[in-house]
């Protein structure tokens, strides 16, 4: 998850009572990306994605996201997390597959015809995922910003990112927290 600045809030999230679901999260993004004086709080730079962690609900973990005209992640998934994001300010789009990936023990792997999607995300659209789901969020906007919510449970305990040739999807780096902290 790199970006150019990172800035902690303090720890204030009530415990909750068990895990949240994918459509918690994608309340609780909805929700987030609809508060004005958050989402402009948050600083903005040209150069690269900036971000502020944030409180998720039950114990996970948020983020709000900006992105620079022509910014993007790349291929990438969340491992065993689920989660959801939403756009607040701007808009998204998403590339992902229609089709739950192997979870570990694969290096390449040669995706069938027609598994791929797109979707755009603009102001107040979000979407949830579950677990494994492989995608790339980019800001396709040549002269807007755009900023979102992220929210995931469990915490992110790794990010793989791929490359894409193709249908060719090969496994290039693993990511921990300890990378992008
Ligand atoms: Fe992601």
């Not at 979870?103 to 659209?125: N, P, V």
């Not at 755009?146 to 992110?156: N, T």
């Amino acid at each position: 998850m790199p970006a150019s600045s990172v800035t902690s809030s303090p720890s204030a999230a009530p415990p909750s009572a068990g895990r949240p679901t994918a459509a918690e999260l994608l309340d609780f993004v909805l929700r987030t990306a609809a508060d004005q004086a958050l989402v402009d709080s948050l600083p903005l730079d040209p150069e690269g994605r900036t971000w502020v962690r944030l409180d998720g609900p039950g114990g996970s973990e948020a983020w709000l996201i900006g992105w620079p005209p022509g910014t993007g992640t790349g291929w990438h998934d969340h491992a065993e997390s689920v989660g959801a994001f939403a756009t607040a300010r701007g808009s998204l789009t998403e590339h992902s597959l229609a089709v739950r990936l192997p979870a570990g023990g694969w290096k390449t792997l040669e995706l069938a015809e027609d598994l791929d999607r797109s979707r755009r995300l603009g102001a107040g659209d979000g979407r949830a995922f579950g677990r494994d789901h492989l995608h790339e969020v980019l800001n396709p906007s040549p002269d807007a910003h755009a900023i979102s919510v992220h929210a995931y449970y469990p915490p992110l305990p790794l990010i793989r990112r791929f490359s894409r040739t193709g249908p060719v999807l090969r496994l290039e780096q693993v990511e921990r927290p300890e990378d992008w902290q």
